[in-house]
């Protein structure tokens, strides 16, 4: 059975475990690093209570948050297939990279939206992306996530909108220049990822280049 049997109870428990980490003056790092436990449990429970099989479901931290431009935060797989990626942002930027201001997250954003099942979320706000078009309604939820704790509440659209991107499934495209478009997209994806390794003087691809 799940622990949880409502929405309401999950995202306080959420609300709770948040500010439990954001407010400790034990814990160093980033805001957005905080967010990680609290986010994984909150993806993981709404999963369940949506009929998913829980243990099917991993969420996989592919960086440290703001290491790497180009890559998510988390890599998400269920059933030991790979279905989507998830950007967390410090709360208050909002889910809407559209309006990020930052040269960061600009530029980060630029390279993100070629990807086809992508979730942005700071925490408070959750939006869905596919091949950079805005899925639905950015969800938030009702309090904040830094001061309200288990008096948080959810959206009335979030357990939807992280229903459809868990259960996404990929597109075959339809025609050559569907095909061609999305292979460009995400090669160019790849090229930066590959450049800003390089960058950053990764022995591994420093090897591959010299060989």
């Not at 959420?14 to 790092?29: D, F, P, W």
């Not at 309200?148 to 939807?160: F, I, N, V």
């Amino acid at each position: 059975m799940p622990e949880h049997s409502s929405l309401e109870s999950i995202v306080a428990a959420y609300g709770a475990a948040a500010k439990g980490k954001l407010g400790s003056i034990a814990v160093h790092g980033e805001p957005e690093d905080q967010l990680r436990n609290p986010l994984e449990t909150l993806i993981a429970d709404v999963a369940e209570l949506n009929g998913l099989l829980r243990a099917k479901l991993t969420l996989v931290g592919e960086s440290s948050l703001g290491e790497l431009k180009t890559r998510p935060d988390f890599a998400v797989t269920y059933g030991n297939a790979l279905i989507g990626y998830i950007e967390v942002k410090a709360p208050g930027k909002g889910a809407d990279p559209r309006r990020f201001r930052e040269r960061h997250d600009k530029e980060q954003w630029k390279k993100l939206r070629a990807l086809p099942n992508l979730l942005y979320t700071d925490g408070n706000e959750f939006s869905l992306w596919r091949d950079g078009e805005l899925v639905g309604a950015i969800q938030r939820l009702e309090g904040d996530i830094e001061t309200s704790g288990a008096e948080l509440r959810p959206a009335a659209g979030l357990a939807g909108l992280l229903d459809d991107f868990l259960r996404w499934e990929p597109l075959p495209p339809r025609n050559a220049r569907e095909l061609a478009l999305t292979t460009a997209r995400l090669c160019r994806l790849l090229r930066d990822e590959v450049t800003e390794q390089l960058d950053r003087r990764e022995a591994a691809l420093l090897d591959l280049r010299r060989s």
